[in-house]
């Protein structure tokens, strides 16, 4: 399969772009399509398309954004198998993952951002004020390549709702989900302008998106480094920034939780679409008397993942994104290794001829202290480490520069929750509860600033005005 895309999308037409990039295949490492590579100048274009726009989209009503919002989720719910391709293609998430994490979940925020602008209040009264919920403006979605449409999802469908006109700037390894999406976006009644689309270099169409004072919101999604150069600009001018890092995560077993169920479900949150999940829980605290079983239960699920053709159905992990995330992986891993870290399963070694493959890895007897125990390294791979009980679990839970995510394990409900409320981070499941579009999602501390999805995820593109009566 392939696609080429030279365009950029305007004002609700497309343009021709003179410079194109390549998009590679992870798992073939074949050219799969290709895309155009804008440069500030359509930015600027774009930019001032979304600000015209914005007038009379900003005084439309939550209802009929949410009309909308419906008809973008019916037109993405018609090219679902189309998405999947795509993800599978560009990402090389395996097919169900592709399926349920990637487009599933996309689809089903668009419904809810829908749900969310009929219902959310535009207007309410403190004393004698009413307080008026506007659009903030123009925001800049600048998107990762992990789940590109999940991303666009959380952060266009936000914006639409609130009543704010939007310019992405997809992943350069993967822009071809979001020209999908933006035919998708074509097809409802949104007027021109209101969706712009320049893909291209993160250092020259990131750089200009942030740094244009047409745009009134950034929402970011990438690494910490970047996001802190993003965080610089966006308070020079003093307009806001919303930011979702990276993190590392802990799941935290408590003595007397079902320790196989833990175990197993810590490992299949760590690889989850080939452990390139900025939520995972990567770092395992068991209680030190567990230590030895634990290890050996999270080594057993890692050696049974099957690994290979993300096309395959029965492929539970596919390649990593590119060959440099790969080399950063193994080197990583590798350096842990050489600083006494022990391989309890996987590994670093080539497992095929073609793609950026690496087997499900767990290490233990790493030092709290140890580099891999506290950086995020984004791929399939865990740490196990023992606890001396629960204030030993959640002190160590705690010592992260990062608070995104985290889970807990307990037979006891109420005591799960005291730890969780105890632990530093934007999110935590307990016993492996299911996750929920619309709760806050978000993190503490170098995970970010700000939140996405649900009602408070609309909130982050408003701004307010107490008028006083």
């Not at 689309?197 to 690494?223: E, K, Q, W």
């Not at 307009?239 to 935290?252: D, F, N, P």
């Not at 579009?437 to 939140?451: C, E, Q």
Request: a negative charge; one cysteine or more; aromatic letters at 4%.
């Amino acid at each position: 399969m392939s696609w080429t895309r030279n365009t950029v999308l305007i004002d609700g037409k497309w343009h021709e772009c003179a410079d194109v990039t390549s998009v590679y295949n992870p798992a073939t490492e074949e050219v799969i399509g290709q895309s155009a590579a804008a440069g500030v100048e359509q930015v600027d274009r774009a930019v001032r398309a979304a600000r015209t726009a914005g007038v009379e989209w900003g005084r439309t009503t939550g209802a009929e954004r949410a009309d909308v919002l419906d008809s973008l989720r019916v037109r993405l719910s018609a090219d679902r198998s189309q998405l999947v391709d795509a993800i599978v293609a560009e990402v090389g998430a395996p097919v169900t993952v592709a399926e349920d994490a990637h487009v599933d979940l996309a689809i089903e925020l668009i419904a809810a951002f829908a749900r969310i602008a009929r219902e959310q209040p535009a207007e309410w009264v403190i004393g004698n004020s009413t307080v008026l919920r506007r659009p903030a403006g123009v925001v800049g979605a600048i998107t990762p390549w992990n789940y590109p449409l999940y991303q666009l999802a959380a952060k266009v469908g936000a914006a639409l709702a609130a009543g704010c006109t939007t310019v992405i700037k997809p992943a350069e390894l993967t822009p071809l989900t979001t020209y999908l999406f933006c035919d998708a976006v074509l097809g409802t009644a949104l007027p021109p302008g209101v969706v712009n689309l320049v893909p291209g270099p993160g250092s020259v169409v990131g750089a200009a998106l942030a740094a244009h004072p047409g745009i009134d919101v950034v929402s970011f999604t990438g690494s910490t480094a970047v996001g802190r150069q993003v965080g610089r600009v966006a308070g020079e001018q003093l307009k806001r920034a919303c930011l979702e890092l990276g993190g590392k995560s802990a799941s935290v077993v408590l003595d007397g939780a079902d320790l196989a169920a833990s175990v197993v479900g810590t490992v299949d949150s760590a690889m989850f679409n080939s452990g390139q999940t900025c939520s995972a829980w990567t770092r395992l605290l068991v209680p030190r008397e567990s230590y030895t079983e634990a290890v050996a239960i999270a080594a057993a699920r890692a050696d049974a993942m099957i690994v290979g053709d993300p096309v395959d159905r029965n492929t539970q992990l596919g390649p990593v994104i590119s060959a440099r995330q790969r080399s950063s992986i193994a080197n990583a891993v590798e350096s842990a290794v050489r600083r006494g870290a022990r391989i309890a399963a996987g590994g670093t070694e080539q497992i095929a001829e073609r793609g950026h493959y690496l087997r499900p890895t767990v290490l233990a007897d790493v030092d709290r202290a140890d580099p891999i125990a506290h950086e995020e390294i984004f791929g399939p791979v865990l740490v196990v480490l023992p606890h001396d009980g629960d204030d030993d679990a959640i002190a160590a839970a705690n010592d992260s520069a990062y608070g995104l995510a985290g889970a807990v394990w307990s037979a006891d409900r109420e005591r799960a929750v005291a730890v969780a409320g105890r632990m530093d981070t934007g999110q935590v499941d307990v016993n492996g509860a299911a996750f929920n579009p619309v709760a806050p999602f978000g993190g503490w501390k170098a995970s970010g600033l700000g939140r996405e999805l649900g009602s408070v995820g609309v909130e982050e593109f408003t701004e307010l005005t107490a008028v006083q009566l």
